[in-house]
Structures are given as C-alpha cells and as structure tokens.
C-alpha cells in the first residue's frame, strides 16, 4: 500500500511541475480490458457535444491499452469528471469510496448491476472501524450496456460501466451528462 502512495505523490508532483494539472471542459475517461475505446472516441464526443450543446465543451479521453496503473494514475490525478471502466475497476475503487453515489438521479432498480457496497466519506472517525469511510449500499455505475449513446456507435460493451468520480470538478453537471449519455 505505502507504494501506491508512494507512486500517486510521485504523479501529483509531476503533473503540478508540468503544468498537466490543470484543465478545462468536461472530460470523460474511457479504459477497456476487453477492447479499444479510441476507435468509437470521436463519433461519441461529437455526438455528446451536439446533445448538449456548446456547454459544457466534451473531451473523450481514451486508452488504446488496459494498463491497471493507468486507472490508478487516472484518478489520483483527478482530472476527470466520468470515468467508463471495467466493473472489477469501478468496484475497487468505489469500495475505497472514490465513487459519487447516483441514487438522486438513475432508478437503482433499472441499473441494479451497479448497486453494489462502496465506500462514503464520513466525519472524521465516524466512520467504520473508526476511519473516514462507511460502507453503504448505493448505485455508483450504470452498465454501457444499458446507455443510449454507447449503443447508437456500437460500443455497449457488458463489462464497462460509466462512474463519477468523488474528484469531478462539478459533481452535478457530471450526472447531467451521464443522463444525456444514458437517454
């Protein structure tokens, strides 16, 4: 554990001494274990930006190849509003409670494959075992299977599913784009 701490300060430094950490827009993050998300990247950007108009401006961000450190770098950097990635990766990390509960927005029961035990940041020490995180049962995923959008360019994958990060720069804007996605 103390080495993925070690590498997550490494990669914070780096990107405030490159000027990376920055951003502007709403991004979202798409990493496949199954395929290559680059191929469907810019039909669904340009596809999402007419959705939604000129506001926010979308940026699709792809990796060609699975890599589990590249999700590990991905959130501590904390650049992106959505993250689509496989459900053992989203479940990880929402087990640690990095993900934003969807509960107010999406019918649990319509997408109860991403209902599942994630961690909530509470008051310090409030929480379970008397650390910062208590483990509740929400909806934190919705399956790409199940999202609109991801079917009109053929890439509905069964194994990704779409997640806010607890990092995203504006958490309910990112539900409104994840709905714009999935109707």
Same mark, same amino acid.
């Given at each position: 554990m103390k080495r993925v701490w070690g590498l997550m300060a490494i990669i914070s430094i780096i990107l405030v001494l490159t000027g990376c950490g920055g951003k502007s827009g @709403?991004?979202?993050f798409?990493?496949?274990n199954q395929g290559d998300p680059s191929v469907i990247s810019e039909q669904l950007q340009a596809n999402l930006q007419q959705k939604l108009g000129e506001e926010p401006k979308v940026e699709v961000v792809t990796?060609?190849?699975?890599d589990v450190q590249k999700i590990l770098v991905e959130y501590a950097a904390g650049g992106h509003d959505i @993250?689509?990635?496989p459900e053992a990766d989203m479940k990880q990390y929402g087990n640690n409670g990095s993900n934003v509960s969807l509960d107010d927005t999406f019918d649990q029961k319509k997408y109860e494959r991403g209902v599942f035990e994630g961690g909530v940041f509470v008051e310090d020490?409030?929480?379970d075992d008397g650390s910062d995180i208590k483990k509740e049962t929400h909806l934190y995923g919705i399956p790409l299977e199940d999202m609109k959008m991801f079917q009109e360019v053929q890439y509905a994958a069964k194994n990704l599913f779409a997640t806010i990060p607890v990092s995203a720069s504006n958490i309910e804007e990112s539900k409104k784009v994840l709905k714009a996605l999935t109707e």
């Amino acid at each position: 554990m103390k080495r993925v701490w070690g590498l997550m300060a490494i990669i914070s430094i780096i990107l405030v001494l490159t000027g990376c950490g920055g951003k502007s827009g @709403f991004t979202i993050f798409i990493i496949d274990n199954q395929g290559d998300p680059s191929v469907i990247s810019e039909q669904l950007q340009a596809n999402l930006q007419q959705k939604l108009g000129e506001e926010p401006k979308v940026e699709v961000v792809t990796s060609a190849m699975y890599d589990v450190q590249k999700i590990l770098v991905e959130y501590a950097a904390g650049g992106h509003d959505i @993250f689509i990635l496989p459900e053992a990766d989203m479940k990880q990390y929402g087990n640690n409670g990095s993900n934003v509960s969807l509960d107010d927005t999406f019918d649990q029961k319509k997408y109860e494959r991403g209902v599942f035990e994630g961690g909530v940041f509470v008051e310090d020490g409030t929480g379970d075992d008397g650390s910062d995180i208590k483990k509740e049962t929400h909806l934190y995923g919705i399956p790409l299977e199940d999202m609109k959008m991801f079917q009109e360019v053929q890439y509905a994958a069964k194994n990704l599913f779409a997640t806010i990060p607890v990092s995203a720069s504006n958490i309910e804007e990112s539900k409104k784009v994840l709905k714009a996605l999935t109707e």
